[in-house]
C-alpha cells in the first residue's frame, strides 16, 4: 500500500463543526428526554442546564488547552506532557475503548431504528453500515467531512422544526412541577442526560488534518453553543406539549409529540434519528480511527500507523471499524453499549479539565476547569453509586 507523511489538511470550520454536533447529536435526544421525564418530571430540566454547564465547563478546557498540542500526538501529547507516558498511555487506551464502544453503541441504536420498518438481519444491516462508513473514511476525509456536513444539517434542520412547531402546543401547566424534587432523582437523571452530551471532543481530535490549526477552539464553542440550544429549546417544547407524563410513557418521545402536528409522526421521526446516528457514527469513525493511528505511531506499531496514498490510515480505520463490529456479535444493546462508552468517556473529560488547570493560570479559566473537573468527578462516582 502506498504511503504518505502525513495528513491532508482538507477540515475548513465547518467541517469541524459538523464532526462535533454529528458526534454529539445522536440517538440520545430522542431517548433520553422519556426517561429524564420519567425520573424527575418537569425537574428534568434541570438536569438539562446541569450538564449544559458541566460539558461546557470540559468543552472550554479542551479548547484552552487544544492549540498547545496541534502534532501529530494529539490527545496523547496532552496527556503525556501534563501527567507523564505513564498515565498518559492508559488514558488515551481508556478513551479510544470509549470511542469504539460508541460506534458500537450508535450501530445498535440505528438497529432498533431499523427494526420499526420490520426488517430482518438487522445485525447484518448494522455491520453493513459501520463498512460503508469506514469505506468512506479510507477515500478520503475530504469526503467524510462532507458527508458529515450533509449529515448534520439533514438531522439538526428538522429537531429544530419540530421544537419550533410544537411551541405553539406548550401549556404553563405542563410545565409546572407535579412533585417536589429529590436529591436521588436529580443525580440520577444528570447521568442519563450526560450521555447525549458526550462527542464534542471529536472536534478536536483531526488538528493535523484542519487547513489551521487554530480553528478547533472556534469549532468546538460553536458546537456547544448549537448542541445546548437545540437541546434546551427541544426538551422545553417536548415537556410543554405533551406534559411529562406522556413523555415518561413513551419509547421515542420525540415522535409521540411530533404527532400533536402530524398524523403519522413515526415513521419521520425514525428517519431522522437513523440519519442522526448515521452522522454520530460517521463522527465517531473519524474520531477514533486517527486516535488509534496516533497512540500506534507513538509506540511504533506496525501498520496501524501508516497513512494510505490519500492521507488516511486505512488499517486504523479498519481495526477500529472491525472492532466495533465484532462487539456487535456479544452484545447488541443499545443501553449495555452506551454504559460502557460513558463511563470510559467521563475519564478523560475529568484530565481535559485536570490538564488545563494545571496549564492555563488565568483565574476565570481555573474556575471553569475547576467546575468541569469537580462536576465530571461527582458523576463518575455517582455513576457507580446509582
Known sequence: MAKTTSYRRS?????????????TIGSGIFVVPGIAARLTGVWSLCAWLIVAVSASCVLFSLASVSTRFTDSGGF????????????????????????????????????????????????????GIIAGF?????????????TETILTLIKIVPLILI?????????????????????????????????????????????EETTDPRLIKKALTCVMV??????????????????TGVLAASPAPVATAAALFMADAGPVVA????VA??????????GTSRILQNLSARFGIPR????????????????????????????NHFDQLASISVITTLIPYLFFCIASWILITETRMRLVSAAGALSTFAILILYFLI
Open 163 to 207: 421544537a419550533l412547531l410544537l411551541l405553539p402546543f406548550v401549556r404553563l401547566e405542563n410545565l409546572a412541577p407535579a412533585a417536589p424534587l429529590t436529591t436521588a432523582g436529580l443525580l440520577a437523571t444528570v447521568i442519563i442526560v450526560y450521555w447525549p452530551f458526550t462527542g464534542f471532543e471529536i472536534s478536536a481530535i483531526p488538528v
Open 226 to 243: 448549537i448542541v445546548v440550544s437545540v437541546y434546551l429549546l427541544l426538551n422545553v417544547a417536548l415537556i410543554g406539549s405533551v406534559g
Open 304 to 331: 496501524l500507523h501508516d497513512l494510505g496514498a490519500r492521507g488516511t490510515p486505512v488499517y486504523a480505520l479498519v481495526a477500529g471499524c472491525g472492532v466495533a463490529a465484532a462487539l456487535l456479535l456479544f452484545s
Open 271 to 274: 428517519c431522522i434519528g437513523i
Open 76 to 127: 496523547y501529547s496532552l496527556f503525556e506532557s501534563v501527567f507523564g507516558r505513564k498515565a498518559a498511555a492508559p488514558l488515551i487506551v481508556l478513551y479510544l475503548v470509549s470511542s469504539i464502544f460508541g460506534i458500537s453503541t450508535i450501530a445498535a441504536g440505528i438497529g432498533q431504528y431499523i427494526g420499526y420498518f420490520g426488517l430482518a438481519q438487522v445485525l447484518l444491516i448494522e455491520i
Open 134 to 146: 469506514c469505506c468512506i473514511n479510507i477515500i478520503g476525509i475530504s469526503l467524510a467531512g462532507k
Open 11 to 23: 477540515l475548513g470550520l465547518v467541517e469541524l463543526v459538523s464532526l462535533g454536533v454529528g458526534g
Open 277 to 286: 446516528m448515521l452522522s454520530a457514527i460517521n463522527a465517531y469513525i473519524v
